[in-house]
């Protein structure tokens, strides 16, 4: 028992002099997806006097975790002001977001299926979130919600990556954005897309590290588009698997071409192939 004594005297001076910041999982989850239950999801009217009544218990529980964080109450209520401030605009980006996937996307019948199932949406709304408390400089919070969020769909949008309007993820699944990334308005991303760094040295951790995507950009599956000095331009079509890692112009149609043989080794007819 002696050396299992010493491991507990040792844990408990890391957690006393690591400056660590401790607060509940449980409840920063539960903030993230009542939140978006009082925003979006379809259900009973509810009225004015309800809606108020939520909105007081979110600003009370995103007030608790902040305060967890800073342990200064003063500092706390400012951040959660700030952060209630700021919700309207929100809003209306992620509205804006959820007409982009409803007009573009030939799956979605109704912005309810929108709203209930996908996750590309969910993500979405957890970076905008997740980016304005990043912006507020509130410590561990943001990453946290971005890392559920990441749990959940398979997305992870770093919560300071910059992220323009109408912003629309299709299908989602390994999607990366890192956290210098740019990315303008109209943009469109599918399933497996990274958009990150050339190195992951931590000298650059105050650089410049992710591209930047322009306006009316369309990203295919698995493309991978690396390095803080790469601009793809305004209304660019980048198809799927490819690896850039120098910028693009505007107007620009980047693919892979894929050969096909028959069995004989013989190619097919210039007619039958095809490109992104």
Known sequence: MTAFSNLIDRIRDNKQNSGHVFFNKAKAKNFVTTLYEVLFLPGK????????????RLYGEL?????????DEEIAEVQTDSFFDALPGIYDH?????????EFDPAADSPEEILLAYPGYFATYVYRISHQLWKQEVRILPRFISEYAHSKTGIDIHPGAVIGEHFF?????????????????????????????????????????HPNIEDHVIIYSGATILGGNTTIGRESIIGGNVWITQSVPSNSLVY????????DNNTLPESLNFVI
């Open 45 to 56: 009217e509810e009225i004015k006097d309800q809606l108020e009544e939520n909105f007081a």
């Open 63 to 71: 007030f608790c975790l902040i305060n967890s964080i800073t342990g």
């Open 169 to 209: 993820i299709d299908h989602g699944t390994g999607i990366v954005i890192g956290e210098t990334a740019i990315i303008g308005n109209h943009v469109k991303i599918y399933q497996g897309v990274t958009l990150g760094a050339l190195n992951v040295s931590k000298e650059k951790a105050n650089q410049k590290r």
């Open 94 to 102: 992620l509205i804006k977001d959820a007409r982009s996937i409803l």
């Open 256 to 263: 892979n071409k894929g050969e096909i043989r028959i069995k």
